[in-house]
Nanobody, 121 residues
Framework: EVQLVESGGGLVQAGGSLRLSCAASGFTFDEHAIGWFRQAPGKEREGVSCISSSDGSTYYADSVKGRFTISSDNAKNTVYLQMNSLKPEDTAVYYC??????????????WGKGTLVTVSS
């Protein structure tokens, strides 16, 4: 059974940091790109970041560039999202997802249940 389990969310003040983790199981981890998405209340889900399993290339939404860093630990089948200089507008439920292939351009096939990040002003 494919599972993606997010953790690390919580309440933080603006300017603070959090590190989200996405633990994957049930599929060959190094054959799938992993992405982070978020959905704020009343808004559509948006892509935040993605890391390719083929070449380690990374992608970031303009809104998080320079503040968020995605990384992967293949030995632990885990992808991390380090979030620094958090802003109230980063408040959302964050989801990780696994793509159907090793590049981020492929669609996401598997989704976690999400972890809530709340940034207070």
């Amino acid at each position: 059974e494919v599972q993606l389990v997010e953790s690390g969310g919580g309440l933080v003040q603006a300017g603070g940091s959090l590190r989200l983790s996405c633990a994957a199981s049930g599929f060959t981890f190094d054959e799938h790109a992993i992405g982070w998405f978020r959905q704020a209340p009343g808004k559509e889900r948006e892509g935040v970041s993605c890391i390719s399993s083929s070449d380690g290339s990374t992608y970031y939404a303009d809104s998080v560039k320079g503040r968020f860093t995605i990384s992967s630990d293949n030995a632990k089948n885990t992808v991390y999202l380090q979030m620094n200089s958090l802003k109230p507008e980063d408040t959302a439920v964050y989801y990780c997802a696994a793509s159907s292939g090793s590049y981020c351009r492929y669609g996401m096939d598997y989704w976690g249940k999400g972890t809530l990040v709340t940034v207070s002003s």
